[in-house]
């Protein structure tokens, strides 16, 4: 929990990392490394700090528009009404950069189409042409003859399997075709929800009905502070009806994750899709939705441009 007057430190300076280091201490997930020490999944505070070089610098214009913002001052004053509990609108501000940061550090790598499904894929071929070094060619529709070569093409690359190359690697964020913007916003608010709840679990939310785990205000504010990072229109406040959906899809997200550990950094999610299931749009909300996995043994070549 929270106190009131946890924003001031012993020499009386503001502190506005309050919520972020109560978050990484009690939310974030983490791993414990062969020294027993917490590797954080995805980005670190550290990281974030050192991003950042220990500034507010890169947020001043942020911090300008959050201070004119009225309907964000009015649902600061309804959360200290009716909730009873004191929240720092600068200090929950930047805990919120920080989650959108950590939402988005999550990489995918679409691997490209193996050649042995490309040729694997062709029938009915009606002829092959040869052709030699001087430039001469013939071409033949022999149907015997085009199964011997298909099938003496077809049998080593078979055999080969567990060698993909590289399609594109990004954050998936810069992915809109593959990872829709619903994955980013209901994480979002997930885990900004969950630090408003276990953070301050003292507030009155006898009035939060069937909306959902925290009251309707707070729900306003997420959404609110959604707008401030491109999850939602500039300056317009989703309703509260779109939080309720937003939770619903989280706990149905489907996203395998595999792990890289990143020195300073953490524990790097990474998703491997392959072409087989990139090439449709795939829904990451689908209790059936499998993916086909990268298996042990399997050998992913990342080819530099």
């Not at 309804?78 to 805990?95: C, H, Q, R, S, V």
């Not at 002829?127 to 030699?132: A, G, H, L, N, R």
């Not at 003496?152 to 954050?171: C, H, N, Q, T, Y």
């Amino acid at each position: 929990m929270i106190g009131y007057s946890g924003y001031v430190d012993e020499n009386g300076n503001y502190d506005l990392s309050l919520y972020c280091e109560w978050f990484e201490e009690h939310l974030h997930n983490f791993h414990l490394n062969d020294s027993n020490e917490r590797v954080y999944e995805g980005l670190s505070l550290e990281a974030f700090v050192i991003r950042h070089n220990n500034s507010i610098v890169d947020f001043i214009e942020e911090l300008k528009e959050l201070i004119a913002d009225e309907e964000l001052s009015a649902i600061e004053e309804e959360i200290k009404t009716k909730l009873k509990i004191a929240l720092d609108m600068p200090n929950f501000f930047l805990l919120s950069i920080f989650v959108n940061e950590l939402v988005r550090e999550h990489y995918v790598v679409l691997l490209k189409r193996p050649t042995k499904n490309a040729i694997a894929d062709l029938s009915e071929i009606a002829e092959i042409t040869f052709t030699d070094n001087k430039g001469e060619s013939v071409t033949t529709n022999c149907i015997k003859l085009i199964k011997a070569i298909m099938s003496a093409i077809k049998e080593p690359l078979d055999s080969e399997g567990g060698i993909m190359e590289v399609e594109k690697f990004d954050r998936y964020d810069k992915m809109p075709d593959v990872v829709e913007a619903s994955v980013l916003q209901s994480k979002f608010a997930f885990y900004l929800a969950i630090f408003l709840k276990k953070a301050f679990p003292n507030a009155d939310r006898s009035h939060r009905g069937k909306q959902g785990i925290i009251s309707p205000v707070e729900q306003k504010l997420i959404l609110r502070m959604m707008s401030y990072f491109g999850l939602a229109p500039k300056g317009y406040t989703l309703s509260t009806d779109r939080f309720r959906k937003l939770m619903e899809s989280y706990n149905r997200l489907n996203f395998p994750i595999e792990y890289a550990q990143m020195p300073k950094i953490g524990l790097m999610p990474i998703t491997y899709i392959k072409y087989e299931d990139w090439k449709e749009k795939i829904d990451w909300f689908s209790p059936d939705l499998k993916l086909k996995r990268i298996k042990k043994g399997d050998i992913v070549h990342f080819t530099k441009k």
